[in-house]
């Protein structure tokens, strides 16, 4: 069993404080930009140096989403989004909230990043005895 903790600031300056502290404490991000936004694509540069300075470390269990792929008036392609991922070392996936497209595969994939960070730094949680998985 995996415990998500979910914080979308979607990028409001006044929870800077409070997202500082839930990149620290975190061990693995889902950034996510919307395709009809140039702007919100710029802003994971920013998210990410800020993330990579709070962790004090380069490899962090990330996921590029580049949401609202429903929408015919793009304004980042599909190939800008998995070229900045390549040049992040990270997984990249297209989704759309409103269509339910990919959703669930963001949630696996981002677990499955973190499980393996976690058993390469050897700080996989162990399961409480007499703890049931679900």
Do not use: H, W
């Not at 693995?28 to 540069?45: D, L, P, Q, R």
């Amino acid at each position: 069993m995996t415990m998500l903790d979910i914080l979308d600031t979607a990028g409001q300056e006044e929870f800077s404080a409070l997202r500082d502290s839930y990149m620290y404490g975190g061990d693995g991000f889902i950034m996510v930009y919307a395709v009809n936004s140039i702007n919100s694509f710029e802003e994971i540069e920013k998210l990410r140096a800020q993330l990579l300075r709070i962790k004090g470390k380069e490899n962090v269990p990330m996921l590029l989403v580049g949401n609202k792929c429903d929408l015919e008036d793009r304004e980042v392609t599909t190939e800008q989004g998995q070229q900045l991922a390549d040049q992040y070392g990270c997984s990249f996936i297209e989704a759309s909230a409103r269509e339910n497209i990919n959703i669930q595969q963001i949630f696996t994939k981002i677990v499955q990043q973190i499980r393996t960070a976690q058993k390469e730094e050897g700080t996989l949680k162990k399961k409480a005895k007499g703890c049931k998985s679900v």
